[in-house]
């Protein structure tokens, strides 16, 4: 299987400020990589796929990079509707088991 | 508007099985790949099984694999996983999800259901 390691694990920040979350394979997904949002009590949402490319009607604010074995997700401002645990997600077809990292909760300073 | 609906979650005991549905509509079921992911409670997201439009391919995580067994009537726009010998691990909400574009399982789930709750205690 193919391990995802999330970096941190939670993060405290502040409305405004710009927040990168890390995320490293065990060995190269190519681009093949997912970022999601989720909120207590809700299903998961998609914002990045392809490791930079942003799903329709999320911010702008949102961005993804990598490729290989390490990537990051970006919020350049971050907003209140933001807080909330954040999730990669490899999709390698040479995996047979599309892994999710452990997750990265942003909560307030 | 597309929804995906899911049920049969419930307390089980350990050892026993359990039958989840999805129930999908706003988009051509059979158009695309579909997935099963779970959360137990607290803890982070773990993908379980995922199956192609025609079901010719169906993949597992190690933790369900011989236990487990996804399905699909494209006729019936339905999702299911059958899980047997269940353990007090697999307590966990169970939610159905949609690939983003592909017929095969190969990519992200772009829409998701709310999910649905079992629970395995004697």
């Known amino acids: 299987d193919i391990q995802m390691t999330q970096s941190p694990s939670t993060l405290s920040a502040s409305v405004g400020d710009r927040v990168t979350i890390t995320c490293r394979a065990s060995q190269s997904i190519d681009s093949w990589l997912a970022w999601y949002q989720q909120k207590p009590g809700k299903a998961p949402k998609l914002l990045i796929y392809?490791?930079?490319n942003l799903e329709s009607g999320v911010p702008s604010r949102f961005s993804g990079s990598g490729s290989g074995t390490e990537f990051t997700l970006t919020i350049s401002s971050l907003q209140p509707d933001d807080f909330a645990t954040y999730y990669c997600?490899?999709?390698?077809?040479?995996?047979?088991?599309?892994?999710f990292g452990q997750g990265t909760k942003v909560d307030i300073k | 508007e597309v929804q995906l609906v899911e049920f049969g979650g419930a307390l089980v005991q350990p050892g026993r099985s359990l039958r989840l549905s999805c129930a999908v509509s706003g988009f051509t079921f059979d158009d695309y790949a579909m997935y099963w992911v779970r959360q137990a409670p607290g803890k982070g997201l773990e993908w379980v099984s995922g199956i192609s439009w025609d079901s010719l391919r169906r993949t597992y995580a190690d933790s369900v694999k011989g236990r487990f067994t996804i399905s699909r009537d494209n006729a019936k726009n339905s999702l299911y996983l059958q899980m047997s010998s269940l353990r007090a691990e697999d307590s966990a909400m169970y939610y159905c999800?949609?690939?983003?574009?592909?017929?095969?399982?190969?990519?992200?789930?772009?829409?998701w259901g709310q999910g649905t709750l079992v629970t395995v205690s004697s």
């Open positions: 999800a949609k690939d983003r574009t592909s017929a095969h399982p190969d990519g992200p789930g772009d829409y």
């Open positions: 997600q490899q999709y390698n077809s040479y995996s047979y088991a599309y892994t």
């Open positions: 392809k490791a930079s």
